[in-house]
């Protein structure tokens, strides 16, 4: 993987996950990729999830025993490397994700946003995209 | 600061990707300079007329007329999709540039990001 960054100077990298975990490969490819990043020596300033990419998000996913946990090892990267793990809001209300905030703006009975996850706007994808070198999408 | 060049791919209503792309791009354009380049079947977003009265699907088709109170620098398609599709640019809601691959790969080029959609 470090082969495809052949670069002097570390770099700043954006990340977009637009494929829901079991559905579609994009996610954990986002998340094996997010790891190379850090592992050559690169940062991460945000990684966004758009369209169904939000399903990451969701708590209350309970996969087989012998199926990756695609969600809480996203949790997990998010929080033990303190990297922002943006889910979409208007993605996100489409598709049942919810806070606790917005779940009591909407008068519904649960909230299940996963730890290390927060619920933003589309500009902080446009801020993270401006803001790095690379801006990468999986799941388009 | 960094422009962001979207390429829209898919077709309008099959799934919500061309609309999460039209609000993305909008929300971009307020930030940023951004252009836009239609490719493949997402030349089909372009067309003026739709109705999805009947389908129960929102028609934010007629958000493309926004894009340039928006100040979304070029507006563009891809000119061998648009020949093989059967479209003319006369059959869209807005003006575009048709462009080659010489052009569309310069188009990438100025710009500082891609996201696709």
Redesign the interface.
């Known amino acids: 993987m470090s082969g495809l960054f052949c670069v002097c100077q570390p770099m700043k990298f954006a990340i ?1 996950v ?1 494929g829901a975990p079991y559905s579609s490969e994009a996610c954990l490819s986002a998340l094996m990729f997010a790891k190379a990043v850090l592992a050559s020596g690169h940062s991460i300033n945000r990684v966004f999830f ?2 169904d990419g939000v399903y990451t998000a969701n708590s209350l996913i309970a996969p087989p025993q012998d199926e990756t946990a695609v969600s809480e090892q996203w949790q997990e990267f998010g929080i033990s490397h303190h990297i922002e793990l943006i889910a979409c809001i ?2 996100c209300l ?1 598709r049942g994700i919810l806070d606790e905030t917005e779940a009591d703006r909407y008068g519904k009975s649960g909230s299940n946003l996963a730890p290390g996850f927060t619920i933003s ?3 902080q ?3 993270a ?4 070198d690379r ?1 990468v ?1 999986f799941g ?1 | ?2 422009s ?1 060049l979207y390429v829209f791919s898919r077709p309008p209503h099959g799934s ?2 061309a609309q ?1 792309g039209l ?2 791009l909008l ?2 354009s307020a ?2 300079t951004c252009s836009v380049l239609f490719v493949g079947d997402g030349l089909m977003q372009l067309i003026e007329g739709q109705s999805t009265d009947e389908m129960g699907t929102k028609n934010f088709s007629l958000g493309f007329g926004a894009l340039k109170d928006y100040g979304v620098t070029r507006i563009a398609c891809s000119k061998p999709d648009l020949v093989a599709s059967g479209l003319t640019k006369g059959d869209f809601v807005i003006e575009v540039e048709s462009l080659d691959a010489e052009g569309m790969q310069a188009l990438i080029r100025t710009h500082d ?5």
Not at chain 2, 113 to 117: E, M, P, Q, S
């Open positions: 977009v637009h758009y369209h208007a993605s489409r706007g589309l500009g994808l446009i801020d995209s401006i803001n790095a801006v999408t388009v | 600061m960094s962001i919500i990707n999460e609000d993305t929300m971009g930030f940023t990001k891609v996201l696709n959609f």
